[in-house]
T-cell receptor, first 113, second 111 residues
Framework: NAGVTQTPKFQVLKTGQSMTLQCAQD?????MYWYRQDPGMGLRLIYY???????DKGEVPNGYNVSRLNKREFSLRLESAAPSQTSVYFC????????????FGEGSRLTVL | RKEVEQDPGPFNVPEGATVAFNCTYS??????FFWYRQDCRKEPKLLMS???SGNEDGRFTAQLNRASQYISLLIRDSKLSDSATYLC????????????FGQGTTLQVKP
């Protein structure tokens, strides 16, 4: 049972390049989330998908787009990467409303030069 | 004002000490509350949910004070393995599925 899987785990980009972070879960979660974590900032919600077919902005959506491709997959896209997007990105899933527990992937460490 | 606020610490305590963290939230209509633990460079993991009546899990006790809009986490008999960052999490009202994290409180337990 893989849980929540993120790819890639590490990525270095140049300013202006684009990339997509992939997230897949096999836990039958209905809700999925993308967070970013910066030193001293905790986790900040970028986008979330409360259910298949819906997406909503979180606290810091600017510069990102998301796609809930199906129930299992929720991708995060940076169209034109900026140094301010250097961060650790976490994908998470949970069952709503049955439980509040978020299950996280191991994180993707992105550096934008 | 941030939606969820925590004292970042660090809290440096000796083994065996009792330590308490608080977390305040701004939206009085928030519905659910949790404490997560995050080890260095790892993903966060659920420590415990926080119920209105308070709840205990071994050495850990969580409390909710809706009137003052804060939740607390008490750790008794601290162990070296308790060293981590503790994250307060609050769900947005109306059960939209949105969860907001505090910035975390760092605990260092010393021998």
């Amino acid at each position: 049972n893989a849980g929540v899987t993120q790819t890639p785990k590490f990525q270095v980009l140049k300013t202006g390049q684009s990339m997509t972070l992939q997230c897949a879960q096999d836990m039958n979660h209905n809700s999925m989330y993308w967070y970013r974590q910066d030193p001293g900032m905790g986790l900040r919600l970028i986008y979330y998908s409360a259910s298949e077919g819906t997406t909503d902005k979180g606290e810091v959506p600017n510069g990102y787009n998301v796609s809930r491709l199906n129930k299992r997959e929720f991708s995060l896209r940076l169209e034109s990467a900026a140094p301010s997007q250097t961060s650790v990105y976490f994908c998470a899933g949970r069952w709503v409303p049955n439980t509040g527990e978020l299950f996280f992937g191991e994180g993707s460490r992105l550096t934008v030069l | 004002r941030k939606e969820v606020e925590q004292d970042p610490g660090p809290f440096n305590v000796p083994e065996g000490a009792t330590v308490a963290f608080n977390c305040t939230y701004s939206n009085s209509a928030s519905q659910s509350f949790f404490w997560y633990r995050q080890d260095c460079r790892k993903e966060p993991k659920l420590l415990m949910s926080v119920y209105s009546s308070g709840n205990e899990d071994g050495r850990f006790t969580a409390q909710l004070n809706r009137a003052s809009q804060y939740i607390s986490l008490l750790i008794r008999d601290s162990k070296l393995s308790d060293s981590a960052t503790y994250l307060c999490v609050v769900t947005a009202p109306s059960n939209t599925g949105k969860l907001i994290f505090g910035q975390g409180t760092t605990l260092q337990v010393k021998p």
